[in-house]
């Protein structure tokens, strides 16, 4: 039996290390990756809190993973459109460095 | 100790150590997504040992699968081999970032401190049968949603990369 204590102990060492990369890194590729890793934590967190209420046998609780499973499916479209974004960046600045396209900031 | 228990640890290890591995990595962007792989498959294993099987194979063939393989493509597309630019942003940022994430981490580790012992699960727990059953029914509307989410994704990735509107 795994204790959950440490499944979520894992989920919040996991989203910190993406909460790093987000944060250091410049590469806007692997900012993007490191924001997957954010989403995979938060993922690990719902299935492990839906194996601590699983339901009964006449009505299971799959809640959670209904969750997971719509994470995952914005996490794809995130993925799309951000990919589309950074071929776009790509092609106007020749580079796929965030402190290049500043043109919002103050 | 149990082998499931075991099993954990090894592959909570594998997913830290890859984790780390990208983040850190400030010199190949492909190697970086390799290790994601890593991570997304480490993960899928630990879903099986927490009984959510069919979230265990869609984390593999879409994670594991679609996504890096989109993000490499990218790479490849790019020609980024070298990530020659090394992570020199200001040092008050990096420690800012590095006292948000222990902050992080401390406060999500002390809130969950001392959970009961899980339950045994009702049989066919996490299966396709049961899982397709809630999803098109209880969750029948999230289903509709997404499906409309994933269109207009669709629709705006092929008009970012596209050269011109025509």
């Keep these: 039996m795994i204790p959950l204590d440490h499944v979520i102990g894992l989920s919040a060492v996991l989203f910190s290390i993406g909460l790093i990369g987000v944060a250091t890194r410049r590469n806007v590729i692997v900012m993007l990756m490191s924001i997957e890793l954010m989403l995979n934590a938060v993922n ?10 699983p339901g009964s046998d006449s009505a299971p609780a799959l809640s959670g993973q209904m969750f997971v499973l719509m994470v995952i499916t914005v996490a794809a479209a995130e993925v799309a459109v ?3 974004i950074v071929i776009s960046m790509f092609r106007n600045r020749d580079s796929v460095d965030v402190d290049e396209v500043s043109l919002l900031k103050w | 100790m149990e082998t499931p228990l075991l099993l954990f640890y090894l592959f909570a290890a594998l997913a830290v150590g890859s984790a780390l591995g990208m983040v850190l990595n400030l010199r190949n962007t492909v190697a970086g997504a390799m290790n994601l792989v890593l991570t997304m498959v480490s993960l899928g294993g630990i879903y099986l040992l927490l009984e959510a099987y069919l979230v265990a194979a869609l984390q593999i063939m879409v994670y594991g699968g679609a996504i890096v393989v989109l993000f490499l493509f990218v790479v490849m597309l790019l020609n980024l081999r070298q990530d020659d630019f090394a992570p020199a942003r200001a040092w008050l940022v990096r420690v800012g970032s590095a006292l948000l994430a222990v902050a992080a981490l401390v406060g ?30 209880d969750y029948v509307l999230l289903v509709e949603v997404v499906s409309l989410l994933l269109l207009a994704a ?12 025509d």
């Design chain 1, 44 to 53: 690990l967190a719902f299935v492990g809190f839906n194996r601590m209420w």
């Design chain 1, 82 to 84: 951000g990919l589309g």
């Design chain 2, 108 to 137: 999500l580790l002390s809130a969950t401190r001392g959970l009961p012992e899980a339950p045994p699960v009702p049989a066919g727990f996490g299966g396709y049968a049961q899982v397709g059953e809630v999803l098109y029914t």
């Design chain 2, 154 to 165: 669709i629709v705006g990735a092929l008009i970012l990369a596209k050269r011109k509107i």
